[in-house]
């Protein structure tokens, strides 16, 4: 089994639904982050939370929200999804050492697409 | 200015030859870097770090870090169609900050 599990791989939704897009992590890392990726652009940073009650906007956190339920678990919402949050999505865990700062282990990708 | 830049390719390379790829970045007081593998439709995983100024190598893969001019490059040696992927460079602070990576063909 994956160390980090993202749920669902694949969802194909319309505007203005909303959409949970759930992380859980096995590696007993406090940290957690979410990132999107589009072509050209590279990984962009929405969210990351340091521990349970640490929760942080990224560089692009308009239009969506997170939830820290437990160490374990970090939920990125689109509150109401339009055409341009079409991306894929990674959730991504790190401890809290030196050289770890840089070493993120990454689930395997949501793949979202807002009709 | 955008934290991390990334030579944006795409770079193709015969099997066998030397693959190229180049990273600056705009914090000065960034201390250490990290390259990233991205195969197609999966996840990035981490191939190499460095810290200090000069080379880094590990089997056919050698990082070099300039701080002076705010660089850093990864090298692949005797390129392998395996090393077929997107390669993003990536720069700790608060976060991590990727560049937009770079595609590399190996061609057989």
């Known amino acids: 089994d994956a160390d980090v599990t993202q749920t669902p791989r694949n969802r194909i939704t319309k505007t203005g639904k909303r959409i949970m897009l759930e992380c859980s992590q096995t590696k007993g890392h406090d940290r957690m982050y979410w990132y999107r990726q589009d072509p050209g652009l590279g990984l962009r940073l929405i969210y990351y939370?340091?521990?349970?009650?640490?929760?942080n906007k990224g560089e692009i956190s308009d239009g969506y929200s997170v939830s820290r339920q437990a160490q374990a678990k970090f939920s990125l919402s689109l509150e109401s999804a339009i055409p341009n949050q079409t991306a894929l999505y990674f959730c991504?865990?790190?401890?809290?050492?030196?050289?770890?700062?840089?070493?993120?282990?990454f689930g395997e990708g949501s793949r979202l697409t807002v009709l | 200015q955008k934290e991390v830049e990334q030579n944006s390719g795409p770079l193709s390379v015969p099997e066998g030859a030397i693959a190229s790829l180049n990273c600056t970045y705009s914090?000065?007081?960034?201390?250490?870097f990290f390259w990233y593998r991205q195969y197609s439709g999966k996840s990035p995983e981490l191939i190499m770090f460095i810290y200090s100024n000069g080379d880094k190598e590990d089997g056919r893969f050698t990082a070099q870090l300039n701080k002076a001019s705010q660089y850093v490059s990864l090298l692949i040696r005797d390129s392998q169609p395996s090393d077929s992927a997107t390669y993003l460079c990536?720069?700790?602070?608060?976060?991590?900050?990727f560049g937009a990576g770079t595609t590399v063909t190996v061609r057989a």
């Open positions: 914090d000065r007081g960034s201390q250490s």
């Open positions: 990536a720069v700790p602070d608060y976060k991590l900050s």
């Open positions: 939370s340091f521990d349970v009650k640490d929760i």
């Open positions: 991504a865990t790190s401890d809290n050492s030196g050289r770890a700062t840089g070493e993120l282990f």
